[in-house]
């Protein structure tokens, strides 16, 4: 609003003209262009108001100017025919923001996952950020390849752009790892940022796409004799590796081998070693001498976490390795016969054998 003055009152009817001048303020982005003549009569008033619209927005910008000029005066003289007019900015620098992102990684070669770099509001001044990485569960260059905080990348609105993006390179691989995620984080160039923090942070989220297939394999060996025992050795295996030392848990269970008359029985875990593809599981076999059948024990599997179950069962076949040892007996010798099997058998036979 301008006030126009006369002064004093005029004897006759007096008019001016006046129109509005750009400065560093334009129409009709700033605001709406105005003119007019303006009419004073001996009846008054001594002032009058031009009202000239100024444009809102929120544009971060500095300070504008404009004027006002008389001219054309009619009756009168003009005195002072400019007043200048000031519209101050009231929008803030804007502070940029940035979502969390996620990207399934894949077995193998790369994926990018892209962050967008939003400002609220614009600006009429360039604006230049730093961005960079932090590594958190993900780490640089294993799941990705990061940007070094020392060494950020500067990215640069130019006026009146409220986006931008970063792209960042996320590794395939087959390890059996979880989700795992990092940190992209925005702020000024060569500065902390508000209260010594950062502008912007967001999540990057990694999803790991690999599960494991646990499998055990089956075990066939001679028990062993003259006491002791005789190590049956399974293996466990997995279809991919972990990333981190896995325990599987494995438990025994009978079968025509019982424990712990056969076999020691265990119920516990094997431990498959970050990054390895199998690991080995030593039962213990009792090497006894008596005549017996072969027997069989199981070992089952249970699964662990992103991982199932393929083959689970581990069946060990105890092969009987004793050998009877002939003896020789005249015809007819009944009773000495019977003795020698008595003596021979006493104890050690567990199936049922054929005497010729």
Do not use: C
């Amino acid at each position: 609003v301008v006030t126009l003055s006369s002064a004093p009152l005029p004897q006759t009817t007096v008019t001016v003209d006046y129109a509005t001048l750009a400065g560093s303020a334009l129409s009709p982005d700033d605001f709406a262009a105005t003119s007019g003549t303006l009419t004073f009569t001996p009846a008054g008033p001594l002032s009058q108001t031009v009202s000239v619209p100024v444009v809102r927005d929120d544009l971060d910008e500095n300070d504008e100017g404009l004027s006002l000029q008389l001219s054309n005066a009619v009756g009168a003289n003009i005195v002072d025919g400019g007043a200048a007019g000031t519209i101050i900015d009231d929008d803030l620098p804007p502070i940029p923001q940035v979502a969390d992102q996620s990207i399934i990684e894949g077995d193998s070669g790369s994926q990018t996952m892209v962050f967008t770099i939003v400002l609220p509001n614009p600006s009429s001044f360039t604006l230049n950020f730093a961005v960079w990485t932090v590594d958190g569960t993900a780490t640089s260059p294993a799941d990705y390849t990061g940007i070094p905080a020392a060494t950020p990348q500067i990215i640069s609105f130019a006026p009146r752009q409220t986006t931008q993006t970063v792209s960042i390179t996320v590794l395939g691989d087959v390890l059996v790892e979880g989700n795992e995620a990092f940190s992209l984080v925005v702020d000024f160039v060569g500065d902390d940022g508000p209260a010594g923090g950062p502008l912007a942070t967001a999540s990057g989220g990694i999803t790991d796409d690999d599960t494991a297939v646990l499998s055990i394999d089956d075990v066939t060996a001679a028990e062993g004799n003259g006491g002791g025992l005789t190590p049956f050795v399974f293996t466990v295996s997995t279809s991919k590796p972990f990333a981190v030392a896995t325990a599987v848990p494995i438990q025994t269970f009978p079968g025509t081998a019982v424990e712990p008359d056969d076999y020691l029985g265990q119920a516990g875990t094997v431990t498959l070693p970050a990054m390895a593809l199998s690991a080995p599981l030593t039962i213990q076999v009792v090497a006894d001498g008596l005549f017996e059948a072969n027997e069989t024990f199981t070992i089952e599997l249970a699964p662990v976490p992103l991982s199932t179950i393929g083959d689970g069962e581990g069946l060990g076949t105890i092969l009987d390795d004793e050998v009877a040892t002939p003896v020789p007996l005249a015809p007819g010798s009944l009773l000495l016969m019977w003795l020698a099997i008595s003596w021979l058998a006493r104890g050690r036979l567990r199936r049922l054998h054929t005497v010729n």
